[in-house]
């Protein structure tokens, strides 16, 4: 009998020992998923103007901290929000389908955006006349190319309905780093899903992990020693609360100034 416990014994711990390489394999790239995608939220009302020209150079840059965002891979679907949309940056990368409504200048259908700048308020200027990002106004500051779709650019300003949209996007999240061997700045970009982040963590090779601060708009930093070491990065999104790890996602040789993409990202 001792013989016949000891071989089920056995066998049980080689069963739990595959079990636990399995898991352990599956959340080196994915983890804690959350039970509930992000989903379209219903349509409100706002308003909308345009800053910049055609080439939409005037929005490079911006509050969020995206930098090019041609190269960034946001291109000229983008808009600054005004103060109570902006939420201290947390809404960066956030999706909107807009639409224009109730204007003459109007064209049919709406167009998606993502959120890269802030509107700044203007309190020289009455909100309904020139202060258009005052609080508590929700408005859009889009880039002229992304205003053009849905009205005519010699409107200035249009009353239009908006709405939170998952944000679609190709590949992993983006981290672009910066700072030095002893306080890290990572610049959050390509995020899908909710597209925000609202807490970060990271861990290196030699090290647990990590709480981040947010530094202002997509940037979140750590004063820690890291260089020579890999990467790994915990997020968890301010809209859904879901919380993916990517693992391993800078290389031990990490430069500032590099970006380097993971092999994750939100539904």
Known sequence: MASFN??????????GSMAFFHQAMAAAYYSTPSPTKFKAMPWKQAYATFYGDESASETMGGACGYGNLFNSGYGTATAALSTVLFS??????????????????C??????ITATNLCPP????????GGWCNPPRQHFDMSKPAFMKIAQWKAGIVPVAYRRVPCVKKGGINFALQGNGY?????????????????????????????MSHNWGASYQAFATLSGQTLSFKLTSYTSHETIIAYNVAPSNWRVGMNYQAKVNFH
Do not use: E, P
């Open 122 to 129: 203007n309190w020289a200027q009455d909100s309904n006349h």
């Open 107 to 112: 064209y049919k259908g709406f167009t998606t």
């Open 183 to 211: 306080w890290l700045l990572v610049y959050v970009m390509n995020v899908a899903g909710g597209g925000d982040i609202a807490s970060m963590w990271v861990k290196g090779s030699k090290t647990g992990w990590i709480s």
């Open 6 to 15: 000891s071989r089920w014994s056995l066998i049980f711990l080689i069963i």
């Open 88 to 105: 201290n940056g947390y809404s960066c990368g956030q999706c909107f389908q807009i639409m224009c409504v109730k204007s003459k200048f």
